[in-house]
């Protein structure tokens, strides 16, 4: 921490200590490092990084990034009533991190194509549910308060992942039958790399270091959980936090092979620091 507030250490590289220190690692997808969506313009010709409307609000949970989402998000949180009484409030039936998240990002590079064919039964998911944009992600965040998906460290330093160098037939998108190969990026990026240098730039700007600690008290800080995480409407699934669930107490074998199941699928929220 002291390194990084006298700058000795680069945004990116606290990013990934303290995932490291939380318990996020390469080797698990469903525990796989946790990086935030620093920006909200995608469409500009030019991104002007002196600018702060250019960046998203690293205060609040990426589920209410849009603001007329947060109505809806506390209601359903306190209308929510688990008669078994096992079912803890929330504001997110999904997560910002989980194995289906990384293998949609990744899904141009194995070995996390063939995890995602894998996982979809044999075969590539629907061509719209694919990760095929970067403006069109953003989009969605914006409009579906149910994706919650954070990034993941590879928008910051792997231009590869956004090319589909192995040529997979991943369909044609509905509305405009465009087909999906090479991931679009911003109308501000002049080829992948380029995506790679400015949003690293992002990240290690001005704005950024002076917001980043909001983030991190969201994910992995005291906003995580209790009070805190209930004002910032920023509470997820029970099965999600780190020792909600006792799986040695849970004697029915195929019961706690289900639980596993969930939370392997579900995401998990970091160990809180």
């Given amino acids: 921490l002291q390194k990084w507030v006298l700058r000795e250490i680069s945004n990116f590289e606290y990013l990934m200590q ?3 220190i939380a318990g996020r690692t390469y080797n698990d997808l469903s525990q796989y490092p946790v990086f935030p969506w620093i920006l909200r313009d995608y469409v500009s010709e030019t991104l002007d990084l002196t600018n702060p409307a250019v960046f998203r609000d690293l205060s609040k949970p990426i589920g209410v990034a ?21 079912v803890d409030k929330f504001h ?14 990744l899904i141009r590079t194995e070995p996390f194509t063939t995890l995602h064919i894998q996982l ?11 990760f095929h944009s970067v403006p069109a992600a953003w989009q969605a965040r914006m409009e ?7 990034l993941i460290p590879e928008f910051f330093y792997f231009p590869e992942f956004l090319e589909n160098q192995n040529g997979f037939d991943l369909g044609c998108l509905q509305l405009s039958n465009e087909k999906v190969g090479d991931v679009v990026l911003p109308r501000w990026a002049r080829s992948r790399e380029d995506f790679i240098h400015q949003h690293r730039q992002a990240l290690e700007s001005e704005y950024v270091s002076a917001h980043l600690h909001e983030w991190i008290d969201l994910i992995f800080g005291y906003k995580q959980r209790g009070p805190a995480a209930v004002e910032a409407l920023n509470v997820f699934y029970y099965c999600t936090y780190e020792g909600a669930v006792d799986l040695d107490a849970i004697a029915d074998e195929t019961q706690r092979k289900a639980l596993e199941g969930i939370i392997s699928n579900f995401g998990q929220t970091p160990c809180q620091l």
């Avoid at 997110?92 to 990002?105: E, F, K, R």
């Avoid at 979809?120 to 694919?130: P, T, V």
């Avoid at 579906?144 to 954070?150: L, M, R, S």
């Fill in 18 to 20: 303290l995932n490291t």
């Fill in 66 to 86: 849009n603001e007329r989402h947060a109505r809806d998000v506390k209601e359903k949180y306190e209308s929510f009533e688990d008669p078994t009484g096992t």
């Fill in 92 to 105: 997110y039936g999904t997560h910002y991190s989980n194995a289906a998240g990384v293998m949609h990002y």
């Fill in 120 to 130: 979809q039964s044999g075969r590539f998911d629907c061509s719209d549910r694919q």
């Fill in 144 to 150: 579906n308060p149910v994706d919650v998906k954070e």
